[in-house]
């Protein structure tokens, strides 16, 4: 094992929870093979095909990256070819041609390439156009020589990205035989046939939708659903699969599209109102089918008190490094939340000492204005007619937002 892949292997198992692989036996082992994949969490998608092939694999990463001297030792470390894209430097898109030699050569010696056709990794509800250029990599490996290509679609799913110890599902999709295609094809464009094809199946292995806020409620109904009425598995039993969930989703956003919108619209505000009540009540959807059996209770209440006598230590270093400072921060920030002059409609951000960039030309006769206060209510910034707008961008009909990573927009 590469000392990389040994790295992805571990820094992976600490951060996700799992990481459930389905599909592992559709890669060939000793045949020139494309890896395509669909790319929502950037570097981490790279890791993570390494971590779970069967066989070693070359990884492709934009040039850019290795301007950081920690992502260009990792570059090195993975082997990985850098492609340049325009948006990053116009002027270096020629050394495409030698990326492009260095992975044919790798294909040549039955070696496996990642790539990710996407182009860019984002968090949009949907996948993004596909580019031509893994297709156009194969095609140019068959018609000078190569034989035997397989390309094997994946499709990656997070069940929250930055979420620390969520879990992972990896699909891999059965392969296609580039020669067998070719063969078949016809006078089509192949370049442009081929990324289609590759996009289908990816399509196919990933869950796809319209718009982050749809995203978003499909996501809390497939996890109220996948509860099934059942009390939760005990802490030392093995979790329910994400897949299964994952699987569940992907039914709903099927349905989803047959469904009469005015039932669904009743649907949603009751799915709504219950969410905010066990939101209130600080309840897991699955907690509501708790066992009230009085020797569980017992035991539960008993590993409760354990965990408060653990954490009771760290509360009391937390109290005398910082209690004093929020104490004095305490009143400026209330004063400053009921301030009507600033015209903020959210609460202040209160962590300690509360940050705050003062300049007198803002506030005037204030003994010193506050130039710009970043305050954050349920993820929105607010904005004053006397700081500079700070508001976020409008969101694109696709949405920028990953659905999962803060599903407060469902309540508003």
Avoid at 6 to 17: N, P, Q
Avoid at 104 to 112: G, P, Y
Avoid at 276 to 294: D, Q, Y
Avoid at 362 to 376: F, K, Q, W, Y
Wanted: contains cysteine; charged residues 30%.
């Amino acid at each position: 094992m590469s000392v990389f892949r040994f790295l992805s292997k571990a820094s992976l198992s600490l951060f996700f929870d799992r990481i459930e692989v389905e599909g592992d036996a559709h890669v060939p082992l000793d045949r020139p093979l494309l890896v395509v994949a669909n790319h929502r969490n950037g570097l981490v998608d790279g890791l993570l095909v390494t971590a779970v092939m069967p066989r070693p694999v070359s990884l492709t990463a934009k040039s850019a990256l290795r301007r950081n001297p920690l992502l260009a030792l990792t570059m090195r470390l993975a082997d990985a070819v850098p492609l340049y894209r325009p948006q990053d430097d116009a002027r270096e898109m020629a050394k495409n041609l030698d990326s492009f030699e260095e992975i044919r050569k790798r294909l040549m010696r039955a070696d496996a390439v990642c790539l990710f056709p996407e182009g860019v990794s984002h968090s949009d509800a949907s996948l993004r156009q596909f580019k031509t250029g893994a297709a156009r990599i194969a095609l140019d490996f068959a018609d000078r020589g190569g034989g035997g290509l397989q390309i094997v679609p994946v499709g990656l799913h997070y069940d929250a990205k930055q979420r620390f110890r969520s879990p992972v599902w990896v699909r891999f999709g059965k392969p296609i035989d580039l020669d067998t295609w070719r063969a078949d094809l016809g006078s089509q464009d192949a370049a442009r046939a081929l990324t289609d094809l590759i996009e289908e199946r990816i399509r196919e292995l990933t869950t796809n939708f319209g718009r982050v806020r749809e995203a978003l409620w499909l996501r809390w109904t497939a996890g109220l659903l996948s509860t099934r009425a059942a009390d939760p598995p005990p802490l030392d039993a093995e979790p329910r699969r994400y897949a299964d969930r994952a699987r569940l989703l992907g039914a709903l956003r099927t349905d989803y599209e047959h469904v009469d919108r005015d039932r669904l619209a009743a649907l949603l505000r009751e799915l709504r109102a219950y969410r905010r009540e066990l939101r209130t009540l600080g309840v897991a959807p699955e907690e509501v089918w708790l066992s009230m059996n009085p020797a569980r209770a017992f035991f539960f209440v008993l590993r409760e008190l354990e965990l408060i006598l653990a954490g009771s230590a760290i509360f009391v270093v937390g109290v005398v490094q910082h209690g004093l400072a929020f104490l004095v921060d305490r009143p400026d920030t209330e004063a400053l939340r009921r301030s009507r002059s600033l015209g903020f409609q959210c609460d202040l951000l209160r962590l300690g000492h509360l940050p705050a960039v003062l300049d007198r030309r803002h506030r005037p006769g204030r003994r010193n204005g506050i130039a710009m206060l970043l305050a954050a209510r349920r993820g929105r910034y607010s904005t004053s007619p006397h700081l500079p707008d700070v508001s976020r961008p409008p969101r694109p009909a696709a949405g920028p937002s990953t659905p999962g990573q803060d599903d407060s927009e469902w309540d508003r």
